[in-house]
């Protein structure tokens, strides 16, 4: 293949989520209603650890830092998709495609590291509890989030680098809503069975063992709790909202990069609720599973509260 040939194509078309004037009007509410309400969950959360200093601990900076993440990781595909519902032609440029590529992939990787990271916070927390403070101090907690965010990085990175320089010479339509790298592989103009088995072992063997690691440490903690009866209760209902979360998160992935030949409309369903609703559902998950977060919420909505009572009586 001709190196001209490598960018004939300058722009993709989405085909979107359907036809149908009746579903592009559903999805459209859908869309706008979760995407408000995953940005609003996460965004309280963070405001909420900050503002609270009963909860300036490790494991609820890490809880702030996947907020933060979902926030952007939800922020990456989901306006665009919202805004081409109604669209004809639902275009990306080939460079807004790969930087949706290296974002999302970024992004995942880095929540990756954080979620191995909070398993072996509630690890310490639960097993060594006299020595928590001490191991999971501010400065470890900094390097975790420097790490998972360099990791993420370096991922995306060389997943970028599998599709960069592919040659695009014709095709251009991709079947969802929104550019990843296994629909991207599959336009271009040159045998690419090999870089698809590669993709998978890169991704999809990430995924799969990341999921498998974080279960087995979670079945661990949970066996070792049963052992204890003090503060048992507490520290169930906290693993169990990690691994509601680590099962939601791992679930589309293995799906989209283990499965040999997905079903079209099973895939962008798994898509969508990947890029819309699971970022919704952590923040729920956490806040109604979390009696401190619970608490620390009504609080600082108190104080909130007040403070406009103060100055609604001071304008008056």
């Not at 590291?113 to 900094?142: E, G, N, W």
């Not at 040159?190 to 072992?201: G, M, R, S």
């Not at 520290?235 to 691994?243: E, F, G, P």
């Not at 989209?256 to 369903?269: E, I, Q, V």
Request: hydrophobic share 55%; aromatic share 14%; net charge positive.
């Amino acid at each position: 293949m001709n190196r001209a040939n490598h960018s004939v194509v300058s722009e993709f078309v989405f085909l979107g989520l359907s036809n149908s004037w009746e579903i592009q009007l559903l999805l459209f509410c859908f869309s706008c209603l979760f995407y408000m309400s995953s940005m609003m969950g996460n965004l309280l959360i963070v405001v909420t650890v900050i503002s609270d200093s009963y909860l300036h601990s490790p494991m609820y900076f890490l809880l702030a830092n996947l907020s933060i993440i979902d926030m952007i990781f939800c922020s990456i595909g989901a306006p665009k998709m919202i805004c081409d519902l109604f669209r004809k032609q639902k275009v990306i440029s080939f460079g807004g495609c790969l930087a949706q590529i290296f974002f999302s992939h970024a992004v995942g990787g880095t929540e990756i590291v954080l979620l191995i990271a909070m398993a072996f916070d509630r690890y310490v927390a639960i097993c060594k509890p006299l020595h928590y403070l001490t191991i999971m101090s501010p400065r470890l907690c900094i390097v975790i989030l420097v790490v998972a965010w360099t990791i993420g990085v370096i991922h995306s990175l060389a997943q970028l680098a599998f599709v960069v320089n592919l040659p695009f010479c014709g095709p251009n339509i991709v079947d969802s809503f929104y550019c990843d790298i296994p629909r991207l592989i599959k336009l271009a103009c040159t045998d690419t069975y090999k870089l698809e088995f590669i993709v998978t072992a890169n991704s999809g063997f990430i995924s799969l063992g990341a999921f498998f690691l974080l279960i087995f440490s979670y079945i661990f903690i949970l066996v070792t709790v049963q052992k204890r009866s003090s503060g048992s209760s507490k520290a169930l209902s906290t693993l169990s909202a990690h691994v509601i979360v680590v099962v939601l998160f791992f679930g589309p992935l293995i799906f989209f990069y283990m499965w040999p030949s997905p079903s079209t409309h099973l895939d962008k369903f798994l898509a969508m609720f990947d890029a819309v609703l699971t970022p919704l559902l952590n923040p729920v998950i956490y806040t109604f599973r979390n009696r401190e977060m619970k608490a620390a919420i009504r609080r600082v909505l108190n104080q909130v509260i007040g403070f406009r009572k103060k100055s609604l009586n001071g304008f008056i």
